[in-house]
């Protein structure tokens, strides 16, 4: 059974950086054919796509994050990753990870998703 | 980028009534809609995809129609289980957003 797992600092400064690992367990990253996908919610909000990577590296970002978002994906670790820079109080929010399905050429829908990792940004 | 809106924000009912939730999309998705339940603590989960498509282990009482920019989510007989917040989710391209929510609460 497909499984993730975000990993990474509950508390980052602002201005800093923001780096968080998913971890993916009962399938391979490499032989997949579904995309990687990071989502945030800020307390009390719906979620937000921030992006999505392939095995092979390739990316979609959310256009209104893409100038400090970067996605990586490690397939010899079953892991992939994202960095957010120059945070500010705006980017406190559960971070999750999950599977973005893609089928026929386009991104579709999230399953299953990680449990989520809580974000504070604060002084 | 696609804006959608659902309504309403906040709705109360009781168990074994017939509840309706809508999203609106600022311009067409075609039936590439989505729909989640989240329980607090919890991620959310897929219910229906393609506007009117259950997942497979979800219950028959949920079910879902619409396209282009209008969507509704449909729960027939409400169970105590199904109290819960509900999202709406557009898919049309390269790109996904996601309504603000409905909270279903016990009247």
């Known amino acids: 059974q497909l499984q993730l797992q975000e990993s990474g600092p509950g508390l980052v400064k602002p201005s800093e950086t923001l780096s968080l690992t998913c971890t993916v367990s009962?399938?391979?990253?490499?032989?997949?054919?579904?995309?990687w996908a990071w989502i945030r919610q800020p307390p009390g909000k719906g979620p937000e796509w921030i992006g999505s990577i392939y095995n092979n590296g390739n990316t979609f970002y959310n256009p209104s994050l893409r100038s400090r978002v970067t996605l990586f994906v490690d397939t010899s670790k079953n892991q992939f990753s994202l960095t957010v820079t120059s945070v500010t109080v705006a980017d406190t929010a559960l971070y999750y990870c999950a599977r973005h399905t893609y089928r026929g050429g386009y991104l579709d829908w999230f399953d299953p998703w990680g449990p989520g990792t809580l974000v504070t940004v604060s002084s | 980028d696609i804006q959608l809106t659902q309504s309403p924000s906040t709705l109360s009912a009781s168990v074994g009534d017939r509840v309706t939730i809508a999203c609106r999309a600022s311009?067409?998705?075609?039936?590439?809609l989505a729909w989640y339940q989240q329980k607090p603590g919890k991620a959310p989960k897929v219910l229906i995809y393609?506007?009117?498509t259950l997942e497979t282990g979800v219950p028959s009482r949920f079910s879902g129609s619409g396209s282009g920019t209008e969507f509704t989510l449909t729960i027939s007989s409400l169970q105590p289980d199904d109290f819960a917040t509900y999202y709406c989710?557009?898919?049309?391209?390269?790109?996904?957003?996601f309504g603000q929510g409905t909270r279903l609460d016990v009247k």
């Open positions: 311009q067409s998705v075609d039936t590439w």
């Open positions: 989710q557009q898919y049309n391209g390269f790109s996904a957003t």
């Open positions: 009962g399938d391979s990253i490499r032989g997949n054919s579904h995309y």
């Open positions: 393609k506007a009117s």
